[in-house]
């Protein structure tokens, strides 16, 4: 097995989009990466695993963000974790599919000698028809302007906090993109009650993301409102297919999208590596 490292998003999607549009829902995350240009340095790692002339894993990070993998075959595991531990050896966490990402997580920590924990569960979901409509509300979405900048960096950091607990992103300019690019978006019944936004577009696809409705607003059909419609305008768009992530333990989100038409597509877990030192090193 042979780890090839890739100096730019641009290259390694020439050498590795092949093997990720296979499993274009699955991959999305590393099929964003060209959107994400900017945000790779010196520091940030883009790696394929070859087994001859084929492409059987792939793997990303930009720091301080947890790494992330793709499904790989069992046999080039230990490859790809002998690389990326020689460029983080302190690696505090990795995000994949399951089983794959399991079988990473006892490699790395066979080779360390330091527990791995299972930390997030999430659970990957797509739609490719029209949404259904199954709530009402009053209220229309529209996209997130400046002057709704103190409610999104409000709103952002609630969300990190309750879904994404130690994740860096700086809510700040966090915002002030998503408002440059025009990917967020709020259902306003009067004043903003609920968010949602999209990010990583692939070749056929993108991804609802920072779906997000305050305690004080919940239970009222805003954010399925949200959702729906804001997948709705994307698949008018032309995408073929949406997809999101949702907490595995959470019920009720997990039941509003699969009202709205949502099916799930694979589970993926998030490990904790290094364990004895991630309160040093997160």
């Known amino acids: 097995m042979q780890v090839t490292?890739?100096?730019?998003?641009?290259?390694f999607l020439r050498h590795a989009e092949g093997f990720l549009l296979k499993s274009e829902v699955e991959n999305?995350?590393?099929?964003?990466v060209a959107e994400m240009g900017p945000a790779f340095d010196g520091e940030a790692y883009l790696a394929t695993v070859d087994d001859g002339h084929t492409v059987v894993a792939c793997a990303l990070r930009t720091p301080?963000?947890?790494?992330?993998?793709?499904?790989?075959?069992?046999p080039a595991i230990p490859s790809l974790v002998a690389d990326i531990s020689m460029k983080y050896p302190d690696l505090p966490e990795v995000i994949g599919p399951e089983p794959d990402v399991v079988e990473f997580a006892h490699v790395w920590a066979r080779r360390t000698g330091l527990p791995s924990v299972e930390g997030h569960r999430q659970r990957l979901f797509e739609i490719r028809e029209m949404p259904q409509s199954t709530v009402r509300c009053q209220g229309r979405l529209r996209v997130a302007e400046e002057r709704?900048?103190?409610?999104i960096i409000e709103w952002t950091t609630e969300f990190i906090a309750e879904a994404l607990p130690g994740d860096p992103t700086d809510p700040e300019k966090h915002a002030a993109r998503r408002v440059a690019t025009r990917s967020l978006f709020l259902w306003d019944d009067g004043r903003p009650v609920?968010?949602?936004g999209f990010a990583g577009r692939s070749a056929r696809g993108v991804r609802v993301n920072y779906v997000y409705t305050p305690p004080q607003f919940r239970?009222?059909?805003?954010?399925?409102?949200?959702?729906?419609?804001?997948?709705?305008?994307?698949l008018a768009e032309g995408h073929t297919f949406c997809c999101l992530y949702t907490d595995v333990a959470n019920h009720t989100s997990n039941s509003i999208y699969?009202?709205?038409?949502?099916?799930?597509?694979c589970?993926?877990?998030?490990?904790?590596?290094?364990?004895?030192?991630?309160?040093?090193?997160?």
């Open 5 to 11: 490292r890739f100096r730019d998003p641009h290259s």
């Open 28 to 32: 999305n995350l590393m099929l964003g």
């Open 64 to 74: 301080p963000y947890k790494a992330v993998i793709s499904r790989i075959e069992t």
């Open 148 to 151: 709704d900048l103190p409610t």
């Open 194 to 196: 609920s968010m949602a």
């Open 219 to 234: 239970t009222r059909g805003y954010a399925t409102a949200s959702v729906a419609t804001l997948t709705r305008q994307l």
């Open 258 to 265: 699969q009202k709205i038409g949502y099916r799930p597509i």
């Open 267 to 282: 589970d993926l877990s998030t490990y904790v590596l290094n364990s004895r030192k991630a309160g040093i090193i997160r």
